[in-house]
Nanobody
Framework: QVQLVESGGGLVQAGGSLRLSCAASGSTSSLNVMGWYRQTPGNQRELVATISRGGSTNYADSVKGRFTISRDNTKNTVYLQMNSLAPEDTAVYYC?????????????WGQGTQVTVSS
């Protein structure tokens, strides 16, 4: 079992920045890929960025050049630095962690943190 606790969301003006944090606890020895997703009312949850334990990253086209995902394996924490925020970035942001204790793969989600960007 893995528990994910997110923090760092809030209200910012367009052009501003926020840094989201997601701390994992529990069975972290098998923690693999971690990532950030976001969801707005009436839409499906979409990928924002992912990062492997070794540091390989992947970003959605909409956030490339503005967002940076990183992780600290010693703290079992993943971060999302969000710069040049725009109103279309407003969403609930969810942290995701993938664990592989054996052959099976398990996905765990955080509770979500609200990011609101005003124009």
């Amino acid at each position: 079992q893995v528990q994910l606790v997110e923090s760092g969301g809030g209200l910012v003006q367009a052009g501003g920045s926020l840094r989201l944090s997601c701390a994992a606890s529990g069975s972290t020895s098998s923690l693999n890929v971690m990532g950030w997703y976001r969801q707005t009312p009436g839409n499906q949850r979409e990928l924002v960025a992912t990062i492997s334990r070794g540091g390989s990253t992947n970003y959605a086209d909409s956030v490339k050049g503005r967002f940076t995902i990183s992780r600290d394996n010693t703290k079992n924490t993943v971060y999302l630095q969000m710069n040049s925020l725009a109103p279309e970035d407003t969403a609930v942001y969810y942290c995701k962690a993938q664990i592989m204790p054996s052959i099976k793969v398990y996905d765990y989600w955080g509770q979500g943190t609200q990011v609101t960007v005003s124009s």
